[in-house]
């Protein structure tokens, strides 16, 4: 990508799509395009089509998708699905159209099979059964990293897929049922601390070990990825896994909470672990810099410095 060049993020508004926007303006990129929720709804196929003739996107990073927790996927399968399918096959497919020079597509780890070998490693994408907790999400995920591949091939057109592990960042939404783990365990700890709550409930037991990477880390991997000669489908993260347990210890000890934590078993655990084999994005040449504390440590003073 050149400094000038005109370059879509699709999603402007989300924590990756936000996170992307402010790195390639702090790498000197100048003409960004921002594609967010209330100005374009890239469900819908005309208006995305539009958006395509009006602002001739050279290179676009679709981090748009309908996302949430594990309560959220398992409430609303249809939304998880449809929403998803729709927004990938319009941008995808008019990115072809328009003569996109390159696209990144980003997936989620959830693509793989529930009992994947750790670390996971690219190629057991699509060889075994859906964790059922977010079947639907992965199905339609999937189909986006598969669209990618079916363009690479008819085509010889240059969209490739990236596979992140669990994201978290400053700007991830609270709300129980639809924030991922992360935002939802530090802002339920951090609220009980400045409010002086007694205890605090999680969801399952604690026993579950997940990767998790900060929002910039994955913005400056996607940046540097859309810049390199790489054209396949290829993992994002930082090839450590933590527990649940462990990371409510974490953020306890950051803001000194010392009330109760209670573990509702009533409450779906997901995958017992899912940790992403990274070797393949390191041997290019890229390494997350942000620590799982430091990174905590960033939205407990985001939380501290904008809510009252």
């Given at each position: 990508?050149?400094?000038?060049?005109?370059?879509?993020?699709?999603?402007?508004?989300?924590?990756?799509?936000?996170?992307l926007v402010k790195d390639l303006e702090n790498k000197g990129y100048t003409n960004i395009i921002k594609g967010v929720r209330g100005k374009i709804d890239f469900t819908n196929q005309e208006a995305t089509n539009r958006y395509f003739l009006k602002h001739k996107p050279e290179y676009v990073f679709l981090t748009a998708a309908r996302c949430g927790g594990i309560m959220d996927n398992i409430t609303y399968p249809v939304n998880y699905l449809l929403d998803n399918l729709n927004i990938q096959n319009n941008v995808i497919s008019?990115?072809?159209?328009?003569?996109?020079?390159?696209?990144?597509?980003?997936?989620?780890?959830?693509?793989?099979?529930?009992?994947?070998?750790?670390?996971?490693?690219?190629?057991?994408?699509?060889?075994?059964?859906?964790?059922?907790?977010?079947?639907?999400?992965?199905i339609a995920k999937i189909s986006g990293i598969k669209l990618c591949e079916a363009y690479r091939k008819q085509y010889n057109c240059n969209f490739i897929s990236v596979n992140p592990c669990n994201i978290y960042g400053a700007?991830?939404?609270?709300?129980?049922?639809s924030a991922h783990?992360?935002?939802?365990l530090i802002?339920?700890?951090?609220?009980?601390?400045?409010?002086?709550?007694?205890?605090?409930?999680?969801?399952?037991?604690g026993s579950p070990k997940r990767e998790f990477l900060y929002s910039d880390d994955l913005?400056?991997?996607?940046?540097?990825?859309?810049?390199?000669s790489e054209n396949s489908f290829i993992n994002i993260g930082t090839?450590?896994?933590?527990?649940?347990?462990?990371?409510?210890?974490?953020i306890c000890k950051i803001v000194d909470y010392h009330g109760k934590i209670i573990w509702d078993t009533t409450k779906p655990n997901g995958a017992p672990r899912r940790v992403l084999d990274v070797t393949k994005l390191s041997a290019l040449g890229w390494k997350p810099k942000?620590?799982?504390?430091?990174?905590?440590?960033?939205?407990?003073?985001?939380l501290n410095q904008n809510y009252v």
């Open positions: 990508m050149d400094n000038d060049s005109r370059i879509l993020v699709a999603g402007a508004n989300g924590m990756v799509g936000s996170a008019l990115s072809h159209i328009h003569g996109v020079k390159k696209l990144m597509f980003f997936a989620s780890s959830c693509v793989y099979p529930k009992g994947s070998m750790m670390p996971i490693k690219e190629e057991y994408l699509m060889s075994g059964d859906f964790e059922k907790s977010h079947e639907f999400y992965s700007d991830n939404k609270s709300n129980s049922l783990v992360m935002s939802s802002h339920k700890i951090w609220a009980a601390k400045k409010y002086q709550i007694g205890q605090v409930e999680c969801f399952g037991d913005a400056d991997a996607a940046v540097f990825l859309m810049n390199s090839g450590i896994e933590n527990s649940i347990s462990e990371i409510v210890n974490l942000i620590s799982l504390e430091e990174g905590v440590k960033k939205i407990i003073n985001y």
